[in-house]
């Protein structure tokens, strides 16, 4: 398989986000032929949040010792891969931050070409112990892809500005809800009805949903390729800050799945040989 890396050419001009939020990107240790993906996704956000707003976490993943401290005062956590792995020992640490951070937004474009044991199979697991979806995975789909985005989906107004979302060499991710399914599989015309399932190229959790409202807002690519495609660096930086950092973006949203719980009413010490009536909500 052949990846032809473009450059970030120039400086993308833009001003910095008014209401400035720490930006970590993560990534292993990549090789020279993937270094380029990764560079370009931290110059893309860097150009949007503002450079003193970047925390450099390039090649960080590929250490069997994980610097947790990388994340402690980020807001939007950058994971990006290509063909090299990350260290299984960042797994709990990421699960943790995922599972238990409210405050941070995870983008994950972990490349479903290379490595998908250690680098795309660890985060479906995470988001299916958040979201309970199970999710899974399709079989690897070695051409480019030009993704259109869900217009039914109740997040896509974040995300109007990239459309559709360029890439290519990747798996799709499957069963995914229709309302979460951000980006459709190549030529799909017609967007899924509510309430189904389908493939996806990108999803999307908000905050609301992942861990019962107590883990992180959470985008998904099996993907690294979008930074293969220079016209749309700016719009994937943007649109993803935009979701993470305003009170209206994706990530505050509710969500159209049903919140339910139980509540049991009734006698809270019974008499042993005596009838009692519990009423459940």
């Known amino acids: 398989m052949k990846r032809f890396v473009l450059s970030l050419l120039g400086g993308l001009l833009m001003a910095p986000l008014v209401h400035a939020q720490q930006v970590l990107v993560l990534s292993p240790n990549e090789t020279a032929s993937g270094a380029g993906f990764i560079n370009n996704a931290y110059n893309s956000f860097s150009a949007v949040a503002g450079a003193g707003n970047m925390v450099d976490g390039r090649g960080a993943l590929g250490s069997a010792t994980p610097n947790a401290n990388l994340l402690a005062g980020s807001k939007v956590v950058v994971i990006a891969t290509t063909y090299a792995r990350i260290n299984p020992a960042w797994v709990p640490v990421l699960r943790d931050a995922m599972l238990h951070r409210p405050d941070l937004t995870f983008v994950l474009f972990t490349d479903g070409c290379c490595e998908t044991p250690t680098n795309l199979a660890p985060f479906v697991n995470i988001i299916n112990e958040g979201t309970g979806w199970n999710l899974g995975r399709s079989a690897y789909i070695n051409s480019l892809i030009s993704s259109p985005l869900n217009t039914n989906s109740l997040y896509a107004d974040s995300f109007t500005d990239l459309n559709p979302m360029r890439g290519g060499y990747?798996?799709?991710?499957?069963?995914?809800?229709?309302?979460?399914?951000?980006?459709?599989?190549?030529?799909?015309?017609?967007?899924?009805?509510?309430?189904?399932?389908?493939?996806?190229?990108?999803?999307?959790?908000?905050?609301?949903?992942?861990?019962?409202?107590?883990?992180?807002?959470?985008?998904?690519t099996s993907d690294v390729s979008p930074f293969n495609f220079s016209a749309q660096f700016s719009a994937i930086a943007q649109s993803f800050m935009h979701a993470a950092t305003d009170p209206a973006g994706a990530c505050k949203q509710a969500t159209r799945e049903p919140d339910l719980d139980i509540a049991l009413a009734g006698p809270a010490t019974p008499t042993v040989g005596q009838p009692a009536t519990y009423t459940a909500t």
Do not use: H, K, W
Request: hydrophobic content about 35%.
């Open 170 to 220: 990747y798996e799709l991710i499957t069963n995914v809800p229709s309302d979460n399914a951000l980006y459709l599989a190549n030529g799909v015309t017609t967007p899924p009805a509510l309430g189904t399932r389908t493939n996806a190229y990108a999803f999307f959790v908000p905050q609301q949903r992942f861990n019962n409202g107590q883990g992180a807002c959470t985008f998904m």
